[in-house]
């Protein structure tokens, strides 16, 4: 998960570093960045980290500096961290604490920076341990004195935790699209299906007959869930932290409203203990993925058995399968075990970030540097996911003559049998269960299925049936008959269909 900055960047800037690797690791590309000191190990950095290097002698150990380093993930906040720093320049210059020039240098300095991040040219650290000192430290370097003024009224601990909030909600705005997507695949498949017959299931046994529009439509409700979760999140979490400088807040005057608004925040955090603290956004984010991710892989599992031989009741086309190197009839229905797969990664993740944050006291600690690869890699776990379900929504070909033709299997519709039997003979429900069972049984014995006893034989198990009944035992008048709200009924499938392609237009 973790990528380590490349070695050759951290030499370039930090010869300290360079001098120390051991022989032969800086070219093995395999393991870049991986030079763990051994207990015992008396490998030094020649120089603190000039960002906070003032009060140290010497220089950390290499193992100090290869466990503190985040700059290998937390690269992916550049974007974040220079707009967090331009809102909070522009604010220091409005209320006073930096003059206009400065705000200019400052502003000119961090697009430079920004283009050279963009372009592949800028000179990262490991040295500089993470993203707001690599910037930080090359802005100075870049336009001296004003660089260093930008660090006023906030702390690293307010700036992460500005920076983590705004990647977390670029991510669900992205995530929120791609769940629409897909709950707009599967309903118009759904209205595609509404009236196609399928087996539904209870205990992966033949229950009762329904439509496979209704089955897809079953989807679209938890991906709707899924999405009210992820602008919960996005709604809770959208506070700026930035201000609340190292945990106590500051004494300069800064204007948090205007950074808060700045960056699109609805207002500034209330207490700047929590705001330095508070990974709540990232954790209901991994909860809202985790239940993203086990949606995805249940339909997963359901394509996984739709296309497996015995059942053969979808097709997947050479998009979105695999062949085998040894037999040469397979396709293996791939994509949709690594949905199912991926499903680890993401629950792994929230675990590991609840893990992180048990017990932590107030407030910041350098625990939650470990906050982010679980989540940057859970976001994308879940995109690919998300990807790979929609493309075989689209894919697949259900084969309806086979599906109609399971439907009934298993007397599917014993219950339309018992039903019938409350119905028109007014039984109690319970006598009709057990005369049903009785017919089941019969039929199970003749090798049958229910409208394939005579109706004398219906008629020893309960003098009253008449021949009316049979016109209830076929998939379609089973499916017809779900008339209740939220039933199989195709009428109901295409209604609910229709609403959703509406809403989600
Ligand atoms: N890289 C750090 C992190 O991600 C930034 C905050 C460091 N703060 C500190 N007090 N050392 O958490």
């Known amino acids: 998960m973790s990528q380590k900055p490349d070695r050759r960047d951290a030499e ?109 040219t800028f000179p990262f650290s490991e040295a500089l341990e993470d993203i707001h000192m690599n910037i930080e430290a090359r802005l100075a370097e870049r336009i001296g004195e004003a660089g260093k003024r930008l660090h006023t009224g906030r702390s690293r601990n307010d700036q992460v935790a500005t920076d983590f909030r705004l990647w977390v909600r670029e991510a669900i705005d992205g995530l929120a699209a791609q769940i629409t997507d897909l709950m707009w695949a599967l309903a118009e498949r759904a209205a595609q299906h509404a009236a196609d017959p399928m087996p539904g299931f209870t205990h992966l046994q033949n229950a009762q007959p329904v439509t496979f529009g209704h089955h897809l439509l079953a989807y679209v409700e938890m991906l709707e869930r899924d999405r009210g979760r992820l602008a919960d999140c996005r709604r809770r979490g959208n506070e700026c932290p930035l201000g609340s400088a190292a945990l106590a807040g500051t004494s300069f005057p800064l204007d948090r409203e205007a950074t808060a608004l700045a960056l699109g925040f609805d207002r500034p955090t209330a207490n700047s203990l929590d705001a330095v603290s508070d990974r709540d956004f990232a954790l209901e984010f991994l909860a809202a993925a985790a239940i993203g991710a086990v949606h995805l892989s249940r339909l997963a599992e359901e394509i996984v058995i739709w296309c497996s031989a015995p059942y053969r ?95 009934g299997a298993g007397f599917a519709t014993a219950t339309d049998l018992a039903d019938w039997l409350v119905r028109v003979l007014k039984l109690p429900f319970r006598s009709a269960h057990h005369v049903t069972g009785r017919l089941v049984a019969l039929a199970e014995a003749k090798g049958v299925d229910l409208s394939g006893l005579t109706l004398a034989e219906m008629q020893a198990a309960e003098p009253g049936i008449t021949q009316d009944v049979f016109s209830v035992l076929t998939v379609e008048a089973s499916v017809a008959s779900r008339t209740s709200y939220g039933g199989t009924a195709p009428a109901n499938v295409a209604a609910q269909a229709a609403r959703w392609l509406k809403v989600l237009t």
């Not at 980290?49 to 100090?64: E, I, K, T």
């Not at 690594?338 to 107030?362: D, F």
């Open 12 to 120: 370039r800037v930090a010869p300290g570093v360079a001098n120390l690797v051991a022989p032969g690791d800086a070219d093995s590309g395999a393991n870049p960045g991986t030079n763990p000191g051994t207990p015992g190990d008396a490998r030094r950095n020649v120089e603190a980290n000039q960002q906070w290097g003032g009060r140290f002698a010497a220089g950390p150990s290499v193992v100090m500096q290869e466990i503190n380093a985040s700059i290998g993930f937390d690269k992916k906040l550049w974007r974040q961290d220079i707009k967090g720093s331009l809102a909070h320049a522009a604010m220091l210059a409005k209320v006073g604490v930096i003059d206009a020039q400065d705000e200019q240098a400052i502003r000119h300095g961090l697009e430079a920076i920004a283009h050279e991040i963009a372009s592949g």
């Open 313 to 407: 009741l979808i097709r997947l086309s050479d998009a979105f399968t695999t062949g085998s190197s040894i037999m040469p009839q397979k396709r293996n229905p791939d994509a949709a075990e690594l949905v199912r797969a991926k499903t680890g990664r993401v629950t792994g993740a929230l675990v590991g970030l609840l893990t992180v944050m048990k017990g932590l006291p107030l407030a910041y600690a350098k625990d939650m540097q470990e906050d982010k690869e679980g989540v940057f890699d859970a976001a994308e776990a879940w995109a690919l996911s998300l990807a790979a379900t929609a493309g075989m929504v689209r894919d697949m070909t259900p084969d309806t003559v086979r599906m109609r033709q399971f439907a």
